[in-house]
């Protein structure tokens, strides 16, 4: 929390909008007054132009995990009050079946991240812990995290932002159903989205999790969370309940947690992909049904090591097994068939749960340099 003293004239908030397609970028601001913006790219200007105007760049950088282009950008009203900002470019499609970033496929590895912190719980001691969280990952071949169950504070964002890390932006789940919850959900979901919709790491939305406090009749209510999000957002994809009984939804994200070969035989076709045997709950929602979204195992693993105490779905004898296990999963889901991406639970053990790669205190169970390769096994097609 803080404080900030403003002139009597200000720059109340920004909306940045760029188009790699276009090489622009459309700035509006909420201020007393015209504003003026200068936009920068390593230290160069490449554009400049009134708020509320499209400003065409002389430089098109596309931002990636690979390369985490952003562009800088002054926005000043008068000479009064300005502020400093940055934005990227890039474009998310899903389309045949597949998840395209900058008009490429695109694989996410993605880990899944719940936010806690030795000593803080849900606060990080310090930007720093961010940082280092997000290296971690990328250190173990993750090109990004699924965030759950929490909206993470900003400078997370702003340092997924700067070193090329993909999000998946979640709501908290309320647990328990009544009208007043669906209520505050949408109210406080519609209030992220406006709050993180400019940060270009964010690749996904996910306003619901495991049908956590549904009712009986979910679809109307997840079908709204989609309205909502798509017309606070229509440039990214939207999963409308991530896990299975998805209604109106841009990405068909299932949770898993079944063995290496029983993956193997599952995600080899997709009959047997949505086949709802052998799950806790089918993948749609009566009346709603496959239409052409990539598949997505949005969770897998929870491996612990042997004898470890605490909650786990398996156990591997050491690390040796450990990374055994984690390879023969891998491998299942990325050999051919129509899984287009993954996300591991978990990166690091939190509070009862000891099924992370890394110790709760960020200690790696085994050496990053072997988990590597194993992220980033390539797709066979």
Avoid at 45 to 58: E, F, Q
Avoid at 102 to 122: I, W
Avoid at 291 to 300: A, K, L, Q, Y
């Amino acid at each position: 929390m803080w404080l900030e003293p403003l002139p009597d004239r200000s720059i109340d908030s920004l909306r940045i909008a760029g188009d790699l397609d276009a090489g622009t970028v459309r700035i509006d601001a909420i201020a007393d007054g015209e504003v003026e913006a200068l936009v920068t790219f390593d230290g160069r200007m490449v554009g400049r132009g009134k708020g509320g105007a499209t400003i065409a760049l002389s430089e098109t950088h596309a931002w990636s995990p690979d390369s985490p282009n952003l562009y800088g950008v002054r926005v000043s009203l008068d000479d009064v009050d300005s502020v400093d900002t940055y934005f990227a470019l890039r474009k998310i499609e899903t389309r045949e079946g597949r998840f395209w970033l900058n008009g490429q496929p695109y694989v996410q590895r993605l880990a899944l991240d719940q936010g806690y912190y030795p000593g803080g719980l849900l606060t990080a001691a310090s930007d720093g812990d961010f940082r280092r969280d997000i290296q971690l990952a990328k250190a173990l071949g993750f090109n990004g995290a699924r965030k759950h169950q929490k909206i993470e504070d900003p400078r997370w964002l702003y340092w997924a932002d700067t070193l090329g890390f993909l999000v998946w932006g979640e709501m908290a789940s309320f647990r328990q159903h009544s009208d007043e919850a669906e209520t505050r959900l949408k109210s406080e979901w519609a209030e992220a989205v406006r709050r993180d919709r400019d940060h270009p790491c964010i690749v996904a939305w996910v306003p619901m999790n495991e049908s956590d406090g549904l009712s009986e009749d979910p679809a109307p209510f997840l079908d709204s969370l989609y309205r909502i999000t798509k017309e606070l957002d229509p440039t990214r994809p939207v999963v409308s309940n991530d896990g299975w009984q998805h209604a109106t939804t841009d990405l068909c994200t299932l949770h898993d947690y079944a063995t290496a070969p029983e993956l193997a035989r599952r995600y080899r076709t997709l009959e047997s992909t949505l086949e709802p045997g052998g799950r806790v709950l089918p993948p749609y929602l009566p009346g709603h049904s496959y239409r052409g979204e990539p598949v997505i195992v949005s969770e897998f693993g929870g491996v612990a090591l042997a004898g470890a105490k605490g909650w786990h779905y398996s156990e591997a004898a050491g690390a040796t097994g450990l990374l055994e296990t984690y390879r023969e999963m891998v491998d299942a889901l990325m050999d051919a068939g129509p899984v287009e991406g993954f996300c591991y639970t978990q990166l690091c053990d939190v509070q009862q749960e000891m099924n992370g790669l890394l110790t709760s205190g960020r200690l790696p169970k085994i050496d990053p340099d072997l988990v590597r390769p194993v992220t980033q096994t390539a797709k066979r097609r």
